[in-house]
């Protein structure tokens, strides 16, 4: 199996098994309206196999941070029409990420007088908004209701990003946003049937993925999900508990056919990953985090040696639209330019030169 040899994942055919990570760059300004300096950086990255958007919301409430774009208005989705159509049109494939941010927000982002999390246990430390840097706020603790209403905005999301001419959505499972909230026993002390066993604190992100599915079709939506690396106050450090739980997730997710399965972890060849891989029963595209900036060979080897279906390329992808050809080829690449990442403009964003030029 080769790095450039072409695969399926659920209905997306990929040309190559470089997937371009998720990438959040908070260029959407106020409105969270993806515009045509966006739908140029996408499209010119459209030579990887798969592209995975920036975590977008997909609810008011779920906004994350300032300049990050959302999938909530019919202006939203014109923007998204942009971004799609321009991808196509350069040959690629593009998936959107829906994040619901939960206890990351903040009130000022979230547009209400409150964050949502699956308890009301604060995150530590500062949140940058519009007016600075803030406190993170005790979360309100979703009612029954309101799950069923999240549930509800992930699915109406993901309407808009087909209708919108996306190829499938990402459910972001990682990181810390939500849905990792809900997988955690830290930020998940719930009693009510959604906390208190591995199986209850999988019991939300399946009902989600199950909604997404019965709207969308399961070939067309993926799941991200990292594991023990944690993030956001979202800790995962009991190696027994983690597995129960994200067995119990992934048996979950099993009969819905899911696209693919995306793994953030240090070390995706290890044990913990290819168990879950099983559990899982589809394609598995992985990432090894942000200790190490992934590589041609880290790549290379993941795939020749079978660890995984495809790789998921973050910064590199940052730093060269035509990676792909770089890779091929054996390249020099440009640096990436972390000043930039999430700054306003095209600066540090579609300035990066190819190869050929
Ligand atoms: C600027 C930046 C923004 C990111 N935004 C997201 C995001 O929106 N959603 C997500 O799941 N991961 C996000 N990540 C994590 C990346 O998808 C990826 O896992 C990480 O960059 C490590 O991979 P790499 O070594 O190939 O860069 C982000 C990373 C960076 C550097």
Do not use: C
Request: proline fraction near 5%; avoid cysteine; charge should be negative.
């Amino acid at each position: 199996m080769d790095l450039f040899d072409p695969i399926d994942l659920g209905a997306l055919h990929l040309a190559n098994r470089v997937v371009m990570a998720p990438l959040t760059r908070l260029r959407a300004g106020d409105a969270g309206v993806p515009n045509a300096l966006m739908a140029e950086q996408y499209a010119q990255r459209a030579s990887v196999g798969l592209i995975v958007s920036e975590g977008v919301y997909p609810g008011a409430e779920s906004r994350g941070y300032y300049g990050q774009p959302g999938v909530i208005t019919d202006e939203q989705e014109a923007g998204w029409r942009l971004v799609a159509d321009a991808v196509h049109d350069a040959g690629g494939r593009i998936v959107m990420q829906l994040m619901h941010a939960g206890r990351v927000s903040h009130p000022d982002l979230s547009g209400s007088d409150r964050t949502l999390a699956p308890s009301a246990v604060a995150i530590s430390g500062a949140v940058h908004t519009q007016h600075g840097k803030r406190e993170h706020v005790v979360p309100h603790a979703l009612t029954a209701d309101e799950l069923v209403r999240v549930r509800d905005e992930f699915v109406e999301a993901a309407r808009r990003a087909l209708r919108a001419g996306f190829d499938g959505v990402e459910l972001h499972g990682a990181n810390g946003y939500l849905l990792h909230q809900f997988l955690s026993p830290v930020s998940n002390v719930r009693e009510d049937g959604y906390g208190g066993s591995a199986a209850a604190r999988a019991r939300f992100v399946i009902e989600v993925a199950e909604a997404v599915a019965a709207e969308v079709g399961g070939d067309r939506v993926g799941i991200r999900i990292s594991p023990m690396n944690q993030a956001q106050d979202v800790v995962e450090t009991d190696e027994a508990e983690t597995r129960a739980t994200y067995e119990a997730l992934l048996d979950g997710l099993r009969p819905l056919g899911l696209a693919y399965l995306s793994v953030l972890h240090a070390d995706p060849a290890g044990a913990l990953v290819q168990d879950l891989r099983a559990h899982f029963a589809g394609p598995l595209v992985v990432n090894s985090g942000f200790g190490s900036v992934t590589s041609r060979a880290e790549a290379t080897g993941l795939i020749e040696r079978a660890h995984a279906d495809a790789v998921a390329v973050g910064r590199a992808i940052i730093a060269n639209p035509d990676l792909v050809d770089r890779w091929r080829a054996e390249a020099p690449e440009n640096a990436p330019r972390p000043e930039h990442f999430y700054t306003a403009g095209a600066e540090g964003y579609t300035d990066y030169p190819r190869l050929s030029a």
